[in-house]
Nanobody, 117 residues
Framework: QVQLQESGPGLVLPSQTLSLTCTVS??????????WSWIRQSPGKGLEWMGG???????YYRPSLKSRTSISRDTSKNQFTLQLSSVTSEDTAVYYC?????????WGQGTQVTVSS
């Protein structure tokens, strides 16, 4: 059973960089043909795919967020990370990591991130 767990600060100051880590267990992030994504849901809005990383390390980003987003991985820890720079209150959301790209079969429980001074 694959499990994903998000971790990171719940409060980020405006203009700072949001950093989250997704730790995967029960399966390797380098397993062929799997993709790993970051998705968020802002208050009153739907799910928004932010970007992801493939089993081979190729990264993909939502065009509207590409200039502020960086996704990387640590294969030795079976983790992948999200960095979102220059955050504003608009980036307040529940952030999820998930396996897949477009269709997702495993999700983390989500972590609330609030951008506020």
């Amino acid at each position: 059973q694959v499990q994903l767990q998000e971790s990171g600060p719940g409060l980020v100051l405006p203009s700072q960089t949001l950093s989250l880590t997704c730790t995967v267990s029960g399966g390797s992030i380098t397993t062929n043909m799997y993709y790993w994504s970051w998705i968020r849901q802002s208050p009153g809005k739907g799910l928004e795919w932010m970007g992801g990383i493939s089993y081979s390390g190729t990264t993909y980003y939502r065009p509207s967020l590409k200039s502020r987003t960086s996704i990387s991985r640590d294969t030795s820890k079976n983790q992948f990370t999200l960095q979102l720079s220059s955050v504003t209150s608009e980036d307040t959301a529940v952030y999820y990591c998930a396996r897949g790209r477009g269709n997702y079969d495993y999700w983390g429980q989500g972590t609330q991130v609030t951008v506020s001074s």
